[in-house]
């Protein structure tokens, strides 16, 4: 199984990105998904993630700014980034799951079996 990540870039605070993830697995329908952002020195962190069953989970610092997309057909995952802050600069990486990742678990990077190898986000002030 592969996952790429694209869409990263350099971007002026305010602007936007839509991130895009595919996945060479099927199914994709029903595969857990998600966001993640690393910064050097701090931890992983979850962006959003999407249940098989469409559930979504957003991080506080992203909700309201964000939203998750699929398509099916070209098992991909987009995530609509709007308003970013210098705040959201970091590697975004994406990472896809078995079949029925619990929404309680779609923040631990464990529950993830598949990884991209990122996109950079660098927002400037």
């Known amino acids: 199984v592969q996952v790429q990540e694209s869409g990263g870039g350099l971007v002026q605070a305010g602007g936007s990105l839509n991130l895009s993830c595919t996945v060479t697995?099927?199914?994709?329908?029903?595969?857990?998904m998600g966001w993640f952002r690393q910064i050097p020195g701090k931890e992983l962190e979850g962006v959003a993630a999407r249940c098989g069953d469409d559930r979504e989970r957003y991080a506080d610092s992203v909700a309201g700014r964000s939203t998750l997309s699929r398509d099916n057909a070209k098992n991909t995952l987009y995530l609509q980034m709007n308003n970013l802050k210098s705040d959201d600069t970091a590697m975004y990486l994406c990472a896809g799951g078995r079949a029925g990742i619990l929404w309680g678990s779609l923040f631990r990077p464990n529950a993830y079996a598949y990884w991209g190898q990122g996109t950079q986000v660098t927002v400037s002030s």
């Open positions: 697995a099927s199914p994709f329908s029903d595969r857990g």
